[in-house]
């Protein structure tokens, strides 16, 4: 038998634009998943006692495929973290999955469980887009996903689709003492839609192009700010991020009003993940009065600390 949890995440800065290759900032909550396998000679495979279904267990199903486990096994599955809210409950039950898979044959390292995460997201999604989110749940803690180099800060590991190559680099999350509070609005909107939206802004206009290598440039600003603790200068970026996903078409009235309800009590607010719904994220040191401002504002809001521990596995 194995067990492993892995935890959810949220996009700090850059979504979206590191679709076309500019950097995302993302940092893994304390909230998270747990699968346990246990392997059962004679019997089928099942999930929380059920019969494996591939059109509910689609990243179980998927995880077997890609580490090529035949054997019959017992899953079962608990989860911390909201479905549909933006904090990665799907990348989270990847990991988790693989990383209890790996564990049946030996130890787990948190990159074989983020690469083989990547391609259970990839084939479950219909080809998403970056492994932002599988990587942030394996490793952990706050990493800077960039296909360019980072002079001082060490790469995890590096993942290449096709043409495309992203190095996760680590990064210091200077910030301990902060909360995040994430503000669900309770509209559904699917990943793949929200991409191919701004893949058809970019289409149209070069302006879509520099709206994105902006977003490139806050990311990049915000580096040295999250490493120095300067939660005043990451507010403002995020609030600019804000502006700049806007801009693209990815916001909507439920999250610019999550946005501006926040503001008073946040150091700044941004939409996070793919938007046309979905989530908002505040950054805090007043949870509380953050928490009630998104409520009244219509939004579910959740208290989560970033930066937390990545893939844990055990047999
Ligand atoms: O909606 P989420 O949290 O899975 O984030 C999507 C992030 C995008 O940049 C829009 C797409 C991607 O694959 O990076």
């Not at 208290?303 to 937390?308: C, F, G, I, L």
């Amino acid at each position: 038998m194995a067990s492993a949890s892995a935890p959810g995440k949220v996009i700090l800065f850059g979504e979206h634009a590191v679709v076309y290759g500019e950097p995302a900032i993302a940092t893994a909550l304390d909230l998270r998943t747990r699968v346990t396998a246990r392997l059962a000679p004679g019997g089928a495979t099942t999930v929380n006692g059920q019969p494996l279904t591939p059109a509910w267990h689609v990243h179980v199903v998927e995880a077997l495929r890609v580490l090529g486990e035949t054997r019959p096994v017992a899953f079962s599955t608990e989860s911390g973290i909201p479905s549909a809210a933006g904090m990665g409950s799907s990348a989270a039950l990847s990991v988790a999955t693989c990383g209890a898979l790996l564990a049946l044959g030996g130890p787990a390292e948190p990159e074989a469980a983020a690469r083989a995460a990547y391609d259970v997201e990839w084939s479950a999604q219909g080809g998403r887009g970056s492994p932002t989110d599988t990587s942030t749940s394996s490793h952990g803690r706050t990493l800077l996903v960039d296909a360019a180099p980072h002079a001082g800060l060490r790469v995890a590991w590096e993942i290449a689709r096709g043409e495309r190559r992203w190095r996760l680099h680590e990064l210091d999350w200077g910030l301990p003492h902060l909360s995040v509070v994430v503000g669900n609005t309770g509209v559904r909107a699917r990943t793949a839609d929200q991409v191919a939206k701004v893949a058809r802004f970019v289409g149209r206009t070069g302006f879509a192009k520099d709206v994105l290598r902006e977003i490139g440039d806050v990311a990049r600003e915000a580096l040295p700010a999250l490493r120095k603790g300067d939660a005043v200068r990451v507010g403002e970026l995020m609030e600019r991020n804000h502006r700049l996903l806007a801009i693209l078409g990815v916001s909507t009235p439920e999250l610019d009003r999550l946005v501006n309800a926040v503001r008073p009590f946040s150091f700044g607010a941004k939409l996070t993940g793919s938007g046309g719904g979905g989530s908002m994220i505040a950054l805090t040191d007043r949870p509380n009065e953050a928490a009630q401002a998104i409520r009244r504002a219509g939004g579910a809001p959740y208290v989560v600390k970033p930066d937390a521990p990545g893939v844990e596995a055990s047999a």
